[in-house]
């Protein structure tokens, strides 16, 4: 397949999609047009994700890979408040890959997610690259004007919220570094395993006296943490919520790791923050595995990254009102914003230590 037959497709598949995306003109056109709202501003961001630095190529199922491009700008959006709309995609393939399967699956991931959304693909581009897949997301979406959630705002005395689970997606990470790899069956599925229903991971919790039971749990677990971090599950209806019910007053995504992204928001606030350790929402699967696999569950959660999880402060006479789930996911409240600048604390039993920010970093600084 050549490159303009690769795009006429596309373009036939994002056409037969309905979407009440505005968009007058998609892909096929030297640009994209998109009707603009009255009293809405427009809230844009881009994401690269290079093979061997950003994913492991061999760890990584095309599939998987074409959802988690649009995943974690999803999770971008949604730390704003805003709404997903429209997306673009551009890929740098070496050649191997452009004539292999790669592309298809990459779509179908990509593009399942997007309808998850309603979000509309209206371009991209598509290079030959030497030897590695580069692989650039961008989307658009919206939020009332005045409405997009800062980093900046957080006041002293607001409650620090964080939706879901932590340490999940390093402890997926860390298990694919020493060799566990998605199964097949997973690979292909199209809900995230533990949002399934009750019976599809049946063995979590049941005693089996033959013992079989509890090997089915371990690899269960282990499966389920790879897909936390090959296959994020961004935080779209919270971030909605949070925005337009202007009920944050400040929010991030975790993507570097909790230690390091509330430096972000506290930095830009110049606030400071106590995190009390007990509150947070440590993953049960870490948890389960933590014994026999090395993994330090408090760690994890304080400094893995890629959760992809909302980080958000609500002011004190606000915290009334927040839902208790949103899509099925709730939230915990795990400290509180300080007058402080730049200190970031955490209470642990009658401790009280300073919290270093260890977070991922593409370049840090070197002694
Ligand atoms: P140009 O050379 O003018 O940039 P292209 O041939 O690169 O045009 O692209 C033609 C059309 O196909 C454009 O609408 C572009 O947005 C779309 N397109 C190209 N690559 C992708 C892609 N990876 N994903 C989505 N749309 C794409
Ligand atoms: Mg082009």
Redesign the pocket.
Known sequence: MNEFDF?QR?RDQTRSRKHSSRLVTG????A?VISQRAGRAVVVTTDLLAEGIDFYREATPPRLLGHKALAVSLSDIAAMGARPLWS????GLPEDVWSDTFKDEFFEGYLKLADEYGVA?C????SRTVEQIVIDSILLGEVSSGAAVLRSTAQPGDQIYVTGALGGSAAGLKLIEMGARISRQEASVTEPLADRGPHASSSHGVVDASGLGAERSEEDAIQTLLLRHLRPSPRVGWGIVLGEERLASSMIDISDGLSSDLKHLCDESSTGALIQSDSLPLDEDVVRLCGRRALDPLALALHGGEDFELLFTVHPEKTARLPKRVDGVAISCIGEITNEPGKIRIAEKNRVWNLKPQGFEHFSRRV
């Not at 673009?88 to 890929?91: A, K």
């Not at 371009?123 to 598509?126: E, H, N, T």
């Open positions: 795009i596309l892909i096929g056109d030297d994209s673009l995609v551009s890929i693909l371009g991209g581009d598509v």
